[in-house]
């Protein structure tokens, strides 16, 4: 078993050995298909989360991080590998695990004719330690919204809420899958501050976003999913190296045989770049920007290169099997 020993408050494994919240290793999950075959949304992926650290699992529509996430808090069970959640095993995990953690879906459930305040006020019965409900109401924007029918909220609102019954029992472990979609701007900065004072109190969070920006702002590192493989990990400012965080020069070239061409270079030294294509500054080049890749560019760029790898690996397996 892989064990770290973290600063921040670590949990305690069936050894009594301090692990990680969160260690999956060499997970798999198959799905069967119609034409009775099996669809691999989880391969062979291993990671792990620290104790008080927020984690963004990123990637691409289908790419299987709802059924990663929905592995970790016991909703389904893995085909293959080990995942080890609070130190037990999530599917088969006692009903006291669930008091431990906080989920808000991708998707709501229904919530019939219910209250707002009165639907968190039944929740927060099934929790040893749940929070104030008035507080939380306040926390997550709905302030005056307490006695209004779910039924009856805005999208957003009901997000929101959604927000609000994960957080309701004080989870040690929260799994927030795209929380903020369905936010407008400002609820999302609201949002994140919510998030930035959970993570103050310890409270180790696992986040899936199609928003690379609140990846940036909450994640002390990211994970990259596609067809169900980790295929980068890192802070959200070492994530790709520094290959790909290198700046790039932009302009309109004027001066060759064809004038109006769109020029890029990637340079470490912008500034010389600069100075060399402005003469020392004495002439203003069309469109000049100097831009440093966004952790979207950076992003972007990996699910590219993975692909053309992923490409390359199979016509190399074909041309190997056509010949052997
Ligand atoms: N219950 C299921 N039965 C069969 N296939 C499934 C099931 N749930 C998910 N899949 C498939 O598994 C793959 C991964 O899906 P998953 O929902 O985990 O992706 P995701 O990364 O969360 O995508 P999104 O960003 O769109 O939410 C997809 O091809 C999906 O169609």
Redesign the pocket.
């Known amino acids: 078993m892989r064990t770290t020993a973290f600063n921040a408050s670590p949990h305690t494994g069936e050894a009594g050995i301090p692990v990680s919240p969160i260690e999956v290793d060499s997970l798999t999950k198959e799905?069967?298909?119609t034409k009775s075959g099996v669809?691999r949304?989880?391969n062979n992926l291993s990671f792990s989360v620290r104790a008080g650290e927020t984690y963004a699992l990123l990637?691409?529509?289908?790419?299987?991080?709802?059924?990663?996430?929905?592995i970790l808090e016991g909703h389904r069970k893995p085909t293959s590998g080990r995942v080890s959640v609070l130190g037990t095993t999530p599917y088969k995990a006692a009903p006291s695990f669930r008091a431990r953690i906080g989920i808000v879906l991708?998707e709501a459930t229904d919530a019939g004719e219910l209250r707002v305040a009165e639907s968190l006020q039944a929740l927060a019965a099934y929790y040893p330690r749940p929070r104030a409900v008035d507080e939380l109401i306040t926390a997550v924007g709905l302030d005056g919204k307490d006695s209004q029918r779910i039924s009856t909220l805005s999208g957003g609102q009901r997000r929101r809420l959604d927000v609000a019954m994960g957080l309701i029992g004080n989870p040690e472990l929260l799994f927030l899958?795209?929380p903020t979609t369905g936010f407008d701007p400002d609820a999302r900065r609201a949002f994140w501050e919510l998030i930035r004072g959970l993570r103050a109190e310890g409270t180790t969070i696992v986040l899936?976003t199609?928003y690379l920006d609140e990846a940036e702002q909450l994640a002390d590192r990211l994970g990259i999913?596609t067809d169900?493989r980790l295929i980068a990990e890192g802070t959200p400012d070492s994530l790709g190296g520094p290959e790909l965080r290198r700046p790039r020069v932009t302009w309109i070239d004027d001066d060759g045989a064809h004038p109006g061409i769109a020029r890029e270079e990637v340079t470490e030294r912008p500034a010389e770049v600069v100075h060399r294509l402005s003469d020392g500054g004495s002439r203003e080049p069309r469109n000049l920007q100097v831009r440093v890749p966004t952790l979207e560019d950076i992003y972007l760029e990996l699910l590219k290169q993975h692909k053309e790898t992923s490409a390359g690996q199979r016509s190399h397996d074909h041309t190997a099997g056509a010949t052997s």
């Open positions: 799905y069967p298909t669809l949304a989880v990637g691409p529509n289908g790419a299987g991080k709802s059924t990663t996430i929905e991708q899958d795209e899936t199609h999913i169900g």
